[in-house]
């Protein structure tokens, strides 16, 4: 299983970015895809997830501003970011978890999000 972010890059406080990963490979139909970020200096945190079934959670600090969605015929996560703020500045790395026994793990390579003001 292989997955690939996009859609990283630099932008005014304010402004709106879209992200997407797409999960290739043997994908088991039942999973929770998620977003993670990571910022210099600080742990990993989770920003958002949804499951196959279209359930999903965020973080605190992303309620309201940020919307994950993700389109099962193409296996393929996608994180609308609204009204950024330089707090949200990382590389924000995609995940998918199979729902199964062995709770199979997956992450991809991250794509860097840079928020100035």
């Known amino acids: 299983v292989q997955l690939q972010a996009s859609g990283g890059g630099l932008v005014q406080a304010g402004g709106s970015l879209r992200l997407s990963c797409a999960a290739s490979?043997?994908?088991?139909?039942?999973?929770?895809m998620r977003w993670y970020r990571q910022a210099p200096g600080k742990q990993r945190e989770l920003v958002a997830a949804?499951?196959?079934?279209?359930?999903?959670n965020y973080g605190d600090s992303v309620k309201g501003r940020f919307t994950i969605s993700r389109d099962n015929t193409k296996n393929t996560v996608y994180l609308q970011m609204n009204s950024l703020q330089p707090g949200d500045t990382a590389v924000y790395y995609c995940?998918?978890?199979?729902?199964?026994?062995?709770?199979?793990?997956?992450w991809g390579q991250g794509t860097e999000v840079t928020v100035f003001s």
């Open positions: 995940n998918i978890q199979f729902v199964t026994l062995a709770l199979d793990n997956y």
């Open positions: 490979g043997s994908i088991f139909s039942s999973n929770v």
């Open positions: 949804i499951t196959s079934g279209g359930s999903t």
